[in-house]
Nanobody
Framework: QVQLVQSGGGSVQVGGSLRLSCVVS????????MGWFRQAPGKEREGVAG???????????YADSMNGRFTISQDKAKNMTVSLQMNSLKPEDSAMYYC???????????????????WGQGTQVTVSS
């Protein structure tokens, strides 16, 4: 059984940083597209960052609106476990954040929530001014 367990998040002031982690277990495939999404109240779930992890490396993808503030990375020692480093946080970054795993390649689909097979439980990020 595939499980994605998230940690991190919380409350921070404007300009601060947070790191989210997504530990994956039970995943037996050698490649996956891992994505980070967020959803604020009354808004659609949006893709923040994605990483295509395969045997010999990875490729990263970011939403243009992140403007280089967010970095997705893989914990190579832990299979598909990924992290999201968030810097220079703004109030509009406040949302529930989710990690997800897709059996498809990231290219062209990484930001589409309907293309993901497995989801983490979500973690709240609140940025206050």
């Amino acid at each position: 059984q595939v499980q994605l367990v998230q940690s991190g998040g919380g409350s921070v002031q404007v300009g601060g940083s947070l790191r989210l982690s997504c530990v994956v277990s039970g995943f037996t495939h050698s490649s996956a597209c891992m994505g980070w999404f967020r959803q604020a109240p009354g808004k659609e779930r949006e893709g923040v960052a994605g990483i295509w992890i395969f045997t010999n490396g990875y490729s990263k993808y970011y939403a243009d609106s992140m403007n280089g503030r967010f970095t997705i990375s893989q914990d190579k020692a832990k299979n598909m476990t990924v992290s999201l480093q968030m810097n220079s946080l703004k109030p509009e970054d406040s949302a529930m954040y989710y990690c997800a795993a897709s059996l498809l390649r990231c290219a062209g689909i990484w930001s589409r929530a309907d293309k993901y097979n497995y989801w983490g439980q979500g973690t709240q990020v609140t940025v206050s001014s």
